[in-house]
Structures are given as C-alpha cells and as structure tokens.
C-alpha cells in the first residue's frame, strides 16, 4: 500500500475539528475505500479547544497560515478560514504551490470560484468545494457526475437549513418569525447575526454554485435575486395551509429560452411535492433534467459531522486522482473551462412564476371588481380568490389571490395599480409559487 | 480535442435505444463534460425498432455478438442483454479483450458480480454498474463516493417501482391486489410475467449490490430474505394509515453486532418519514451513516431514458479513466478488492425488528388475555393494540398488535403459539414495521 496522503488544515474550528475527528475515527473505513490512507500531519489554529473529541498528537499545530501553505510535504490543504479575503490569498497560495485544495466556503467559491479554478487549471491541481454547498449531501458529485448525461432544465432547492428550520416552527407552533429566530439562536441553528441565512445570502451563494454546474455557465453571485424569510407571517403559513401549500425557502434556477433564472425567496410548494415534506434544518434539493427526470437529494446540509463527511470525501476523490492528467479530471464547473457559456441572467422582472397575493381592503365588492380588472388588464389570470372577514366586528376583508403563471414584471406593474386604489389597507403581500417544485 | 471514444452496444431494445437517443441527443452537453465525444459505432440487435429517435446511419449494426465484443476499435461495451447466461460469457469476453464494460444488469452483477469484478481487476479495466441499480438515480455513486468518509449503518430503500405502484394504487384507490397488477400491467409498469418484480427478486438483486458497497462485502444474492407483496391486503392497508403509517416493499440491509441484515419484504413505515412520501413507480433510498447522518436518493427507478442516464453517466466516467492507473480507479464494491470482509450474513429469524399483527378471533376476551401472555412469554413486548368488530352481525373481531423490537425467531414462535389457540380464525398475518426508515 502507498504511504497515507498528507493533508495540512487551516482552521481546527467545529468544521475542522470534525474533519479530523472523522479522518481518524474512520481511518479504516476510508483507507479501505481509498487504498491508502489519509492523515493530518499540519493544522493551523489560533485557538484549540481542549474538548475536542481527536487527538493532536500526530498533528503539528501552528498559528502561521503559511507554515502549512507553504510546506512542501503537503500534497491537499483544506480551507475552513471562512471570509473571502485571507481564504482567498491562502487557496490561490496553495494552488501557487502546486497543492491541491479542498474547501467548504461558499461564500469564497460563489464569489472568486472563476478566478480560482482558473488558477487552479493553469497548475494543474483541484480545488474541490462538495462541503460547500449543502454540507453533507453529495449534491455537487450528483449534479456534476451523476446527471452527465442530461440536459438540465431546472433545480429547486431548500438549501438553508436555519430558513427551513424557523418556517417549520413557524408553521407547527404558529409562533411568529421574532420568537423562532430567537430559539433558533439558542439551539445553535442560527447565528447570533443571522443576516446570511435569513436574508437569502447564504442560500444565494450555495444556488451560484449549482447554477453554473448544472448549466455550464460561470459563477455570477452578483445577479442572484434574493430575498429572505423576514416578512413571512403566521397568517400567510396559515393560508398556506387552508389551500394546500407550505411555504419554503427556496432557491431556484431554470433554463428557460431566454436565459437563466437565478433566484432565493420564499415559495409556496404544493403539499404533494415532495420537497414540501422536508422539515427542520435539513437539506434537499430537486433537479429536472431531460432523460433522469425529477431526482431528489436530501441530507443534513449543515453541521460538523456532515459537512466533514463531504471534506474526507472530496479528500478521496482528490487522492484517487493525484496522478491522473488534470485534463481527465471532472471538470471543477462539470463542464470543460473552454466550453462554459456565458448565458444571459435574467433580472427578476423577466422571470415567470406564478404567486400568492394577500391584500386587507374595505369590504367593498366594488375593490374586488378592480382588483381583478387590474390582474386582467395585465394578463395575469386567476386561479384561486378566497375572502374572508377579518373578524364580525372589522369592516375589512383579506383577500387572498392564487395566480397562474405570468412574467414577474406584469405583478409588479399590477400590484402597483392595486396599491394605489382607494380602501385598500396596508401594502400587498406577494410571494412567488411553483407547481412542479 | 481528443477523437469521440469509440462504444459497442449488445442490445438494442427499450434501453439501449434510449442510451443511443441519449448520446446523440446530447451528444453536445456530454463532450462539454467529457471533453471528448462518446459514440456508439457498433451495435448488436436482433430484430430493430423502425421507428426509434435515434438515427443508425454512423452504427455498425450485427446480429452476430462477437463481431461487438471482439472488435479491436471499441473501448466500452454497454451490455444490455438481460439474463446471465450469455451477458455473463460477453462480459467476460469483453473483459478478456481488454474492454471496459457498462451494465445496466442488475442479476448478472448480484449473482457473478464476484467473478466478474475479478477478471476486471485482474485485466485492469472497469465494469460499471450505476444503471443496474434503482435506473437513473445516481445511488451507487452517492454511496460509493459522496459516503466515502463515512462507516454506513443501514440503508432502507423503495427500490421496486412495480411494486411501489401496486401499493399506493391499492391504498388510493382501495383497490385489491389482482386488479392493480392487471392494471400495472396495462400500463407497462409490471411484465407480463410479473414474477421478478411482485416476490421481491428484482430487489433482491439491487440490495444484494447495495449491501455489498455499503458495508464491503462480496455480493451474496443467495442470503437475501426474500419476501413480496402478493399477500397484501386492502385490509392491512387500511389498518396501515388508521395507525399513522403506510406500507412499502422495502429493501433492508443492517449492520449489526452479529452480522449483517439482508432482507426484502413489505414494510409498515411511519407516516411522518420522507420514505413514505414516496409514490407510484419511483424509487428512493435512505443511508443511515456515522458522519452525515440520514440521507436519501429519489428518482426514477425504470425506463428508458432514466436508465440511460446512468449508463451514459458511467460511460463518461469510464471515459475519464481510460487513462488512469487501475488501482486509483473507485473500486467495483466501493472497498479495494483485498479489503473486503466477509462479514456474516443473518437467517431472517437472527434479524430484529418490530411487527404489525392482524388476527380474527371469536369474540372472547380469553383468547386475547391468552395471545398477550404468548408474546409476554416470548419477550416480545406491546406498543398497541386495536380490537374491531367486522361487523354487528358477526361473532368474531379482528385484534391489530404493533410489537417493539424483537428477534424474528421470537416472533415465528409467538406465532406457532397462537395459530393453535382455540377461538382463533385463520392464520396470523405478520408485517414487519420499521420506525426509522
């Protein structure tokens, strides 16, 4: 058997610590699989916590990035920095030096992917990122391996678990957005500024991602629409459910004939669907493509353990190829670098969707007859209406408007007519709905 | 660009149509992947579809198989034969010329797979086997990479579609067995000789390759339970969702301390798990693994195009390393050849777990006190129990029990015992039920 792959790791936080804890816990399992084995021989880390549940003894500990980045021994570095400034210098250092890099931070991919696996290309070597999008789901070697033979025409995903997590109370425990964040925070599934996850951020990074592998296009993390679950209410989970939805957060992107869509927000999904059963902080995401069809993948898509399983894995698959030709390698965007294109991103306002309208007006029939002239004068046709009295003593009506499918410009030129009518209360409240997700 | 990699194909039925469809279809997506164009240049066909959506103008069609198998211009055979008899002599054939081979047969690699796998690595070429398993849902991959770094506990899967169709026509529309078959055959989704996919072989076939890859061990179709779902019930069914869970035709396969579990019968599962959810021909399957926790594959598990698709997707990854070292290829069985363990496999009566009874007795409390002493007896012990009448006019009820966990060998005892009750009416229906799949 060869002598073990060193691998050198820069930062022993949560991710780190299980990356290791799993090299060693289940050094059998994978050198079986892998033929040799796989060890930690350099760490860098500020601060070590004495709990940690593997040992550093065979390990050489520093708190100089590039003491490991620069040791020749290493043949992978993996990269659990977070941020985009120093993870940045660190990859193209190590690729410089001809190491290979295995990384979960989406962030530094959906944002310098293109200038790295250029860089990466040039060398020769392979900056692998499964643990970056969803944690441990394999969903970039599905995607990227399993689906080759297809056409992919649309992936819809609930890729961020603290967003999935507090709908889900929302919904079981009619608790109202504030207090969930807040138990979320005690439980550890969102952080204390929880800005990235429960403003699309994160969730916009991870779809960057899947976009350009499942369309061969390059990483625009830039033209991704986001929005965040902030506004959801309790009464909008409650008509979610009266009409046989639930609402999630989504990220999707679709080929269509004029471009690609590219958007995170939330979403109300048919309860038959599948992806509507998924609850808490796990992962899944739904990928149609022209001879598989539908597939699902569902996992964990958060966590030390998780997200080291997808680390050792890539660790693997790195090791199986160190001494192939980099040009037999899979390519790191699924598609061969001179055969990406540059499909044009659709701005939300071209894209086709169909939605859920909430609006208060005064119980007037004569709001209603315009409301629906004004969905009429802007092609927007109506499934669904339901109205319902607020309460027997209020003098105003909810009104709520399921739609088919229309160009998202056409709601927002209507629902800026509606807000202008007279005895409508309040603003409209619009989220988008998909059928086939 | 190198030259397209040049591919024969035995059999050009439903599926090997559908591969050639796909690789011309797609013929651009793919080498944007591959980096280099895959194409059929030789085929072997009996008799031809006319009306196929795939042109043969650029194939060699034979009736004669050797001109494929023993053609010094082709690097990968598909083999789509079906059977084991002369599949196996031209895989080995194929082989023996130093040929990569594709396989979408799930029976050739469950009951030869051993012997095959050893004249590949002794001649160091490839067998791929992704669409003999669950057809286009990338599964082998998920498990024998994307679960590399993980110690696998058990999988649990749907991984019949026949038969995931009978049940959930029987309990949607309330139909009976026969009618529903009759039906699926109609539809094309159960052969006419449905003997294969209603008795549990075909999944057989699919857990004995699961099994093997998840845990390392050699492939022993020969120890799988085997068990169908011609027994089943509307009865049983309806009882099924009174108590919160429905019935699937699972594939089981378990690490335990004593062994491995290797097992294939209808299943009563919770409502609330994914698996449940899942319905008509799909397929999907649940991997319980130290690292990543749960994680489940959902697709579609026949037909043409899905099946294709992870023959193509094997073919692109042989592509990749025509080049490559043998030994740093992914191992057939996910382990290196010499790292197998041949782990013992259980007798159905050494496995564990909990059981849903139904029996019909003459309405006398002194058979139930009798029934519960017999399982009291036989340590096994009660979750819950129903008491029915069938109906006013009639002197028997029907008694439901839901057991925890027991040996099996337990349970058959408890059985025997109580089918020689007095007051007993027929035989005792017995459904294993498993909490976390």
New interface residues.
């Given amino acids: 058997m060869l002598a073990p792959v060193k691998v050198g790791i820069l930062g022993l936080g949560t991710v780190g610590g ?1 990356t290791v804890h ?2 060693q ?2 050094a059998e ?7 040799r084995g796989i060890v930690v021989t350099h760490a860098c880390a500020k601060v070590l916590n004495k709990n940690h549940p593997y040992s550093t003894d065979q390990i050489l500990l520093t708190e100089q990035l590039t003491d490991v980045v620069n040791n020749p021994e290493i043949e992978i570095i993996i990269e659990l920095l977070g941020g985009t400034t120093i993870a940045r210098e660190m990859t193209l250092q190590a690729i410089a030096n001809g190491k290979h890099v295995v990384t979960a931070n989406k962030a530094l991919i959906a944002k310098h992917g293109n200038e790295i696996f250029a860089a990466a290309q040039a060398k020769g070597v392979t900056v692998a990122f ?1 643990a970056a999008v969803c944690g ?3 969903i970039i ?2 995607i990227r ?7 992919i025409d649309w992936i819809a995903g609930i890729i961020n678990g603290t967003s999935n997590f507090i709908l889900t109370e929302m919904r079981e425990k009619g608790s109202n957005f504030v207090d969930v964040l807040a138990e979320a925070q005690v439980l550890g599934y969102a952080e204390r500024d929880p800005t990235f996850d429960i403003e699309g951020i994160d969730a916009a990074h991870k779809l960057t991602i899947l976009a350009s592998i499942a369309f ?1 296009i390059p990483l625009q993390f830039d033209k991704v629409y986001m929005e965040g679950i902030t506004k959801i209410t309790s009464e909008d989970i409650q008509y979610a459910e009266e009409l046989g939805y639930k609402i999630k957060h989504l990220g999707l992107t679709k080929r269509t004939k004029n471009g690609i869509e590219l958007r995170v927000h939330p979403t109300f999904i048919p309860n038959k669907r ?1 992806l509507s ?2 609850e808490g902080v796990m992962n ?1 995401v739904m990928v149609e ?12 898509g958060a966590g030390a ?2 997200t ?6 890539d ?3 790195v090791t ?6 980099p ?5 790191h965007l ?3 670098p001179n ?1 990406l294109v540059d499909l044009p991103i659709l701005p939300i306002e071209e894209i086709e969707t169909s939605y859920y309208i909430r609006l208060s007006v005064l119980d007037k029939l004569g709001v209603l007859a315009k409301v629906t002239n004004i969905f009429s004068e802007n092609s927007i046709s109506i499934e669904a209406i339901i109205q319902k009295e607020i309460s027997s003593s209020s003098d105003h009506v909810s009104v709520v408007i399921i739609t088919h499918q229309v160009l998202e410009k056409r709601m927002i030129q209507a629902i800026q007519a509606i807000e202008k009518l007279q005895g409508l209360i309040g603003h409209v409240t619009r989220i988008r709905l998909e059928r086939c997700a």
């Fill in positions: 299980g799993v090299l816990h289940n399992e994978i050198s079986r699989r892998a033929g499964e441990g789901m394999p070697k599905a391996e399993g689906l080759a033979a297809n056409k061969g599948l059963k998924v899944a493509s022209d001879a598989l069809g539908q597939s699902l993948y569902y996992g964990a353990l998780p080291a399983s997808s680390i050792v894995a660790l693997v698959d199986r190829t160190l001494t192939t030709d040009g037999n390698r899979v390519p699924a598609f061969q055969a």
